[in-house]
């Protein structure tokens, strides 16, 4: 059995059904290989800014450590003026527990509620090759 290919350089030229099938079979390969690549250039685009926000947020916690604790420090010795130094610093050491369980709950809060990271472009040029798969199966 033949079919007219008019995709074909050759124009009208028959085409017998196994050489259709194995032509589809190598283009749907090929097909799939392009998908996997652009996964894999979108997961490598996504992990180096994470890597990269990653640091920036590491390096920005710990300065903001520093800086907490020389606050903690002033706030004391302020303090310490009108009370005695251990009351102060157990005064401060309370509110920054209480600061700190705060923060930890919001955060774990925030963190249910994010979804997984999903290779959007990749899963949206699938739906695309689908569809064209389809629109072509039906011609």
């Known amino acids: 059995?033949?079919?007219?290919?008019?995709?074909?350089?050759?124009?009208?030229?028959?085409?017998?059904?196994?050489?259709?099938?194995?032509?589809?079979s190598?283009?749907?390969?090929?097909?799939?290989?392009?998908?996997?690549?652009l996964a894999q250039a979108e997961m490598t685009e996504k992990g180096r800014r994470f890597g990269k926000g990653g640091g920036l947020f590491g390096g920005a916690?710990?300065?903001?450590?520093?800086?907490?604790?020389?606050?903690a420090a002033t706030v004391i010795a302020a303090l310490s003026l009108t009370l005695d130094v251990w009351a102060a610093a157990l005064i401060v050491t309370g509110?920054?527990?209480?600061?700190?369980?705060?923060?930890?709950?919001?955060?774990?809060?925030q963190v249910k509620k994010a979804s997984p990271p999903t290779l959007q472009r990749t899963v949206d040029s699938v739906k695309a090759d689908v569809a064209e798969i389809k629109e072509r199966a039906q011609r």
């Open 1 to 24: 059995m033949t079919v007219q290919s008019p995709h074909r350089p050759g124009g009208g030229a028959n085409e017998p059904v196994g050489d259709l099938v194995q032509r589809a």
């Open 26 to 37: 190598q283009q749907l390969s090929q097909l799939v290989r392009d998908e996997m690549r």
């Open 61 to 71: 916690g710990l300065m903001g450590v520093l800086t907490l604790q020389a606050l």
């Open 95 to 109: 509110v920054l527990a209480a600061v700190t369980a705060l923060m930890a709950a919001l955060g774990k809060r």
